[in-house]
């Protein structure tokens, strides 16, 4: 059920791009991405329902193919505070509340 | 909004005790889950309530895990006997209305089982 992300750390300078991928075996509905900073709690970034849309915040910007079963998150020109663990959860449309998330992708943006 | 509040924040214990930990969805939601973080499993999903009634709970790990949702502002997770195993941060996150709508979570517990 959980959904598997790669790659499982990156290390970036400031200003660099990266992709984090998130693929399923399951069909889904919903993806999720979040971030996580050490020590707090995960936050919300966006969500992309089923439909293959794709969705910005700031430089951050992620796609969905439900075909492929697999999500995608750009992020473009990163920010120092871009630091942190990142999680997609994937939710299936027959299993309502069932959000399961990958392990992480740890990002480290250095100056 | 004050959003979802747990607690404690940290609870040390000892193996064989009962620990229980709280939390208080954001007002207005209807849907509450109970999440475990470790480093070697990530985020597991342990339990999911929708307007206050249990929906799935097939990822509660054994029979010492408990959860109880009375009212809509309100849930504990509870855990007889505690073990060493059970060491973790567990979150509780709480949405308008389903796994289709973004989670705010709270700021976790961090459990060690000695």
């Known amino acids: 059920q959980q959904p598997v992300q790669s790659p499982q750390a990156v290390i970036l300078r400031e200003g660099e791009d990266a992709v984090i991928n998130c693929s399923s075996s399951k069909a889904l509905y919903s993806v999720h991405w979040y971030r996580q900073k050490h020590g707090e709690a995960p936050v919300f970034l966006m969500i992309l329902l089923k439909g293959g849309e794709q969705k910005g915040h700031e430089k951050i910007s992620a796609s969905f193919n439900e075909k492929k079963q697999q999500s995608s998150l750009y992020l473009t020109a990163s920010q120092l505070s871009y630091s942190g663990t990142y999680f997609c959860g994937t939710g299936g449309g027959s299993t309502l509340g069932r959000l399961y998330f990958g392990r992480g992708t740890q990002l480290t943006v250095w100056p | ?114």
């Open chain 2, 1 to 114: 909004d004050a959003g979802v509040i747990q607690s404690p924040r940290h609870e040390v214990t000892e193996m064989g005790q009962e620990v229980t930990l709280r939390c208080k969805p954001i007002s207005g939601h209807n849907s509450l889950f109970w999440y475990r973080q470790t480093m070697m499993r990530g985020l597991e999903l342990l339990i999911y309530f929708n307007n206050n009634v249990p929906i799935d709970d097939s990822g509660m790990p054994e029979d010492r895990f408990s959860a109880k949702m009375p009212n809509a502002s309100f849930s504990t997770l509870k855990i007889q006997p505690s073990e060493p195993r059970d060491s973790a941060v567990y979150f509780c996150a709480s949405s308008r209305d389903s796994s289709n709508e973004k989670l705010f979570f709270g700021s976790g517990t961090q459990l060690s089982v000695l």
